[in-house]
């Protein structure tokens, strides 16, 4: 997975398995923290390895550019990543960029968050919400 460093904004390539602890920039060495911020999911093999090997909860918001309730959620998500690094990791998976994963969860409408814990998926909610409201459906 891809990490912007907060001290240089190097881009660092971390294994999703690690997500949950701290890490070293490979650039200027500072501590990266676990991230509290939603991830951005490039390939479908990222995804593959990020839901596979994650020790923590993951978040998988399926969303596009287009999408109005898609911004409206965004913020909520943001909010979940905040508050909970090293607990819950957010990832976003552009259906548009990456169809056959959005395709291989059968994601009708959008914006869809599916919860994956241990590989599988927990819990799925569609149509934007409050941060609190995603957490009391998926049982966050
Ligand atoms: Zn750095």
Same mark, same amino acid.
């Given at each position: 997975?891809?990490?912007?460093?907060?001290? =240089? /904004?190097?881009?660092?390539?971390? +294994?999703? $398995?690690?997500?949950?602890?701290?890490?070293? =920039?490979?650039?200027?060495?500072? %501590?990266?923290?676990? +991230? !509290? /911020?939603?991830? &951005?999911?490039?390939? &479908?093999?990222? @995804?593959?390895?990020?839901?596979?090997?994650?020790?923590?909860?993951? *978040?998988?918001? @399926?969303? $596009?550019?287009?999408?109005? +309730?898609?911004?409206?959620?965004? +913020?909520?998500?943001?909010?979940? &990543?905040?508050?909970?690094?090293?607990?819950?990791?957010?990832?976003?998976?552009?259906?548009? $960029? *990456?169809? /056959?994963?959005?395709?291989?969860?059968?994601?009708?409408? #959008?914006? %869809?968050?599916?919860?994956?814990? !241990?590989?599988?998926?927990?819990?799925?909610? !569609?149509?934007?919400?409050?941060?609190?409201? #995603? =957490? !009391? /459906?998926?049982?966050?």
């Amino acid at each position: 997975m891809i990490v912007a460093c907060h001290a =240089c /904004q190097k881009s660092n390539r971390l +294994p999703a $398995a690690r997500l949950s602890e701290e890490a070293r =920039c490979g650039s200027c060495k500072a %501590t990266l923290s676990p +991230p !509290s /911020q939603p991830v &951005a999911v490039r390939t &479908a093999e990222d @995804f593959a390895e990020l839901i596979g090997t994650s020790p923590v909860p993951v *978040l998988v918001d @399926f969303w $596009a550019t287009w999408c109005g +309730p898609c911004r409206t959620v965004a +913020p909520e998500l943001e909010k979940l &990543a905040r508050e909970r690094p090293g607990a819950l990791v957010i990832a976003k998976v552009d259906t548009d $960029a *990456l169809p /056959q994963v959005a395709g291989r969860f059968d994601i009708r409408s #959008i914006p %869809t968050l599916i919860l994956f814990r !241990s590989g599988r998926e927990s819990g799925r909610v !569609s149509g934007a919400m409050p941060a609190r409201a #995603i =957490c !009391s /459906q998926l049982g966050l």
